[in-house]
RNA sequence: AGAGGAGUGGCAGAGUGGUCGAAUGCGGCGGUCUUGAAAACCGUUGUACCGCGAGGUACCGGGGGUUCGAAUCCCUCCUCCUCUGCCA
């Protein structure tokens, strides 16, 4: 019944049913205790919902016929039996109108609870309050070792004069970076570089707008809970991307794709626009955490029975990335906790920055399973012609400014900064210098 | 941005208040014929939800309204086309 139940939902009532026990004990890891609450109480919202469609249903079929018979009454110039009739129509359209109210209602409802059900995890999360939690699957075996005099990036920035943060502020506010010269060189071969990675990869380059609408927003789970994460057009109502994830992701929305095409593989590059409101403090100084940004992203859209496949395919894309870069990195598997709510499972990567001695998040790979796919109406069709949920996946491939800091600082000597080699070309220079 | 026109099933395209989920054509699928193919002919062919089923409901760009009854009338928004203007 469109008219009423229009309804994006992330997990699908019918699929609560049939999993509950699972996805009970699944969401468990994410630290939601009463869960199992939540649940039973869309079940039997949805029990209720499908009774008071019967109902509704059922008293439209009477007010249709009652219509008909009205118009061979008419035909037949039956005038005041006519007249009649319509009186007991609008009393039926009266009564229809309220329990379409009452269906909305329920509908509403039933929606708000959905949406506050994040994904279900994968098998694997391990169950998890916080970041430290994340299970480490890999790491380098040896952390650099903390030059004499080593800096950290945002006073090397200065000293080459590569970045002008009070340029920004001036000009737009903080988070708001100028990159300049040999800098914003950098960036742009990196850019390059990523991109063409990508394509090697298989990878179909795309240009995405930046800006995008509320139905996109809402398709990739954005809104309607992060909407304070992005800056908002009001006059158009039109949001600035927080990631390349929503533009690309929602190129499928509405789409049924034939099964022999899959996987679909998406790049692009974009800048990145976050409002970040809330979390500034001494720990994300420099480039460790801006407003706008630029970075990579991959996308697959694939089968539900190869989607760990491609995840396992885009977590060794993004390791080859960093490996070249020779970057010091490891690579975590999220606990329930720190994952984030539309994902099934996510691979963080971190670079090692030896001067700030931390590890800085430069990617993040994830697989949504069909969550994001209901809300997107993204389907295919197999051999047996039936519809069904494709499941979704994107990864940074990669998140520039962090890579930048961690080059920066890894790779100061004293007479320069030594781009890694497969930047050279892009760069035209091996060495930044003062 | 202004003026005008238009949005109907996979596509094309009829339908301007009542048995219209929607003619017709193309395409798709199945069949007849054929050694095979084409042609011709016959049949079939949207989606979602509810129901064990029979069946019911909803959907003609989106939303709202008028009416007993809307693809059809009204309001509003969106998109596309043409002309004019502006602009990288």
């Known amino acids: 019944m469109p008219c009423f139940f229009n309804s994006n939902n992330m997990l699908q009532p019918a699929e609560i049913r049939a999993n509950k026990d699972l996805f009970t004990e699944r969401l468990k890891k994410r630290g939601l205790e009463d869960i199992e ?39 037949q110039g039956k005038k005041e039996e006519a007249e009649q009739a319509k009186a007991k129509a609008a009393e039926l359209r009266d009564k229809s109108k309220e329990i379409g109210t009452k269906m909305s209602g329920i509908e509403e409802e039933l929606k708000s609870l959905l949406y506050n059900v994040p994904n279900v995890p994968h098998e694997s999360v391990p169950a998890g309050q916080s970041e430290d939690d994340n299970e480490v699957v890999f790491q380098v075996p040896e ?49 390059n570089f ?39 057009a009001t006059a158009d109502n039109l949001f600035l991307i927080p990631t390349a994830e929503v533009p690309i992701t929602n ?50 859209i694939q089968h539900p029975e190869k989607s760990y496949e491609a995840l396992d395919e885009m977590v060794k894309h ?6 070249k870069l020779g970057l010091p990195y490891r690579i975590l598997r999220l606990c329930g906790g720190d994952l984030g709510f539309t994902s099934a499972l996510t691979y963080d990567f971190e670079v090692y920055s030896a001067a700030q001695k931390r590890w800085l998040e430069v990617s993040s790979v994830s697989n949504f399973e069909t969550y994001q796919a209901n809300r997107l109406k993204l389907r295919y069709k197999g051999s047996d012609k039936k519809k069904q949920l494709l499941h979704t996946l994107n990864g940074s491939a990669l998140a520039l400014p962090r890579i930048l800091a961690a080059i920066l600082e890894n790779n100061q000597t004293p007479d320069g900064i030594i781009i890694p080699e497969v930047l050279r070309p892009y760069t035209g220079f091996d060495k930044i210098t003062l």
């Open 143 to 191: 952390l650099p070792e903390i030059a004499e005099g080593a800096k950290p990036h945002w006073d090397l920035i200065k000293e080459y004069d590569i970045i002008d943060f009070d340029l920004g502020n001036k000009v737009s506010g903080a988070g708001f970076p100028f990159y300049k010269k040999q800098g914003a060189r950098l960036i742009r071969s990196m850019i």
């Open 318 to 323: 993004v390791e080859e990335l960093i490996k």
């Open 37 to 75: 609450l939540t649940l039973n109480q869309i079940l039997s919202l949805d029990d209720e919902r499908k009774s008071t469609q019967q109902s509704l249903d059922s008293t439209l079929a009477e007010s249709n016929n009652a219509a008909k018979e009205i118009g061979m009454l008419m035909k």
């Open 194 to 232: 990523f991109l063409d990675e990508a394509a090697d990869a298989g990878y179909i380059e795309v240009q995405a707008p930046l800006l995008v609408n509320e139905d996109s927003g809402y398709g990739t789970g954005q809104l309607p809970d992060k909407e304070g994460q992005m800056y908002h």
């Open 251 to 300: 190129m499928y929305r509405d789409v049924i794709v034939d099964e022999n095409q899959l996987p679909l593989k998406n790049v692009g590059h974009t800048p990145c626009f976050r409002r970040e409101a809330g979390s500034w403090g001494a720990h994300v100084r420099g480039l460790n955490r801006l407003h706008q940004f630029d970075k990579v992203e991959i996308v697959q």
